[in-house]
């Protein structure tokens, strides 16, 4: 059934965070893809990896295999920004966090899938990818704050940090992830205005998820409660900023959707995605690996990064 739809993507980035390389020309976007998808394109794929850091296995050595090791990464300035921000001085006053910004895309399907088939194809992608069964530890918080208005910070004894446990010894799976809106209806009408209210309302919460606790993602399945397999359904994604881009949204949809097509035809994912590396994050790429702003001098910036920073700055100009 699945793999004969009609795939309507129906997508918004909000607060887009690809990192663009004009000097290298590619993207690199800190999210996660899949190997299954890439390995079709070799030029993709050599984009979309790098080497990555476990800060308790060091992903560089292939000594142990991945899925037997927790994978650890401290998050870069930019995915800081998308987190429910700790600000202290902030928080010092009783004051709610900063809200987390969100990302939010949606696949209609010209029919309905089983929901342990969707369960199933949720389960292999997130045993693949390490992002979506992660939570965030530590606090951010500096040493010490040294300006007037304690913006500029010194010392970072306890960063926030990505945990990825191994899929089998991870709390969290497609339970954690999907729920359904069943809409009482079998108008394709009330379907859209079920699926496009939430989506825009995904869009504006802030408070979905826990990041202490994870997944920093959901998916909603809406479907016509009279309408049965064949009629129409919608998927919302739901991301914390964080972990997601449009183009690694894109991908899991792909992901997900060939995953269930496999599995009503088969019974069985017939070729799972290989599992991934925590992927390095934009500040990494531009900067090169553990080189922080806060530890970078005049003498660790290059020519090309200070192309790629003035082709940002000027951005803003040419729009």
């Given at each position: 059934?699945?793999?004969?739809?009609?795939?309507?993507?129906?997508?918004?980035?909000?607060?887009?965070?690809?990192?663009?390389?004009?000097?290298?020309?590619?993207?690199?976007?800190?999210?996660?893809?899949?190997?299954?998808?890439?390995?079709?394109?070799?030029?993709?794929?050599?984009?979309?990896?790098?080497?990555?850091?476990?800060?308790?296995?060091?992903?560089?050595?292939?000594?142990?295999?991945?899925?037997?090791?927790?994978?650890?990464?401290?998050?870069?300035?930019?995915?800081?920004?998308?987190?429910?921000?700790?600000?202290?001085?902030?928080?010092?006053?009783?004051?709610?966090?900063?809200?987390?910004?969100?990302?939010?895309?949606?696949?209609?399907?010209?029919?309905?899938?089983?929901?342990?088939?969707?369960?199933?194809?949720?389960?292999?992608?997130?045993?693949?990818?390490?992002?979506?069964?992660?939570?965030?530890?530590?606090?951010?918080?500096?040493?010490?704050?040294?300006?007037?208005?304690?913006?500029?910070?010194?010392?970072?004894?306890?960063?926030?940090?990505?945990?990825?446990?191994?899929f089998e010894e991870s709390n969290l799976s497609s339970k954690n992830v999907l729920?359904?809106?069943?809409?009482?209806?079998?108008?394709?009408?009330?379907?859209?205005?079920?699926?496009?209210?939430?989506?825009?309302?995904?869009?504006?919460?802030?408070?979905?998820?826990?990041?202490?606790?994870?997944?920093?993602?959901?998916?909603?399945?809406?479907?016509?409660?009279?309408?049965?397999?064949?009629?129409?359904?919608?998927?919302?994604?739901?991301?914390?900023?964080?972990?997601?881009?449009?183009?690694?949204?894109?991908?899991l949809i792909d992901h997900i959707v060939s995953n269930m097509a496999s599995l009503?035809?088969?019974?069985?994912?017939?070729?799972?995605?290989?599992?991934?590396?925590?992927?390095?994050?934009?500040?990494?790429?531009?900067?090169?690996?553990?080189?922080?702003?806060?530890?970078?001098?005049?003498?660790?910036?290059?020519?090309?990064?200070?192309?790629?920073?003035?082709?940002?700055?000027?951005?803003?100009?040419?729009?």
């Amino acid at each position: 059934m699945l793999n004969r739809l009609a795939l309507s993507i129906w997508i918004v980035s909000f607060f887009e965070n690809t990192c663009l390389l004009p000097v290298l020309g590619f993207n690199i976007p800190n999210a996660f893809l899949s190997t299954k998808i890439v390995n079709q394109n070799e030029q993709l794929k050599s984009r979309m990896f790098g080497a990555a850091q476990d800060t308790e296995t060091m992903i560089g050595s292939e000594e142990q295999p991945l899925s037997d090791s927790t994978q650890k990464r401290m998050l870069g300035s930019q995915e800081l920004l998308m987190l429910p921000r700790q600000y202290g001085p902030h928080l010092a006053k009783n004051d709610k966090p900063f809200p987390q910004m969100s990302h939010v895309s949606a696949v209609t399907l010209s029919s309905t899938p089983k929901i342990e088939t969707l369960s199933q194809a949720i389960d292999e992608a997130m045993a693949a990818h390490p992002l979506l069964r992660c939570h965030i530890e530590g606090d951010g918080e500096p040493t010490k704050r040294i300006d007037l208005f304690q913006m500029v910070r010194e010392g970072e004894p306890n960063p926030c940090t990505f945990v990825c446990p191994p899929f089998e010894e991870s709390n969290l799976s497609s339970k954690n992830v999907l729920s359904i809106i069943d809409v009482d209806s079998d108008s394709r009408e009330e379907l859209k205005s079920s699926w496009t209210t939430n989506f825009a309302q995904n869009l504006d919460n802030g408070d979905w998820c826990d990041v202490s606790t994870g997944p920093l993602w959901k998916v909603q399945l809406h479907r016509l409660s009279s309408g049965g397999l064949d009629a129409p359904c919608a998927l919302v994604f739901t991301f914390n900023h964080a972990i997601s881009d449009q183009s690694s949204a894109n991908m899991l949809i792909d992901h997900i959707v060939s995953n269930m097509a496999s599995l009503e035809e088969s019974g069985m994912v017939k070729k799972k995605a290989n599992i991934q590396k925590v992927p390095i994050s934009m500040e990494d790429s531009v900067l090169g690996m553990n080189n922080r702003f806060s530890d970078v001098q005049t003498d660790g910036f290059s020519l090309k990064t200070a192309s790629y920073v003035a082709g940002k700055a000027s951005e803003g100009l040419r729009n």
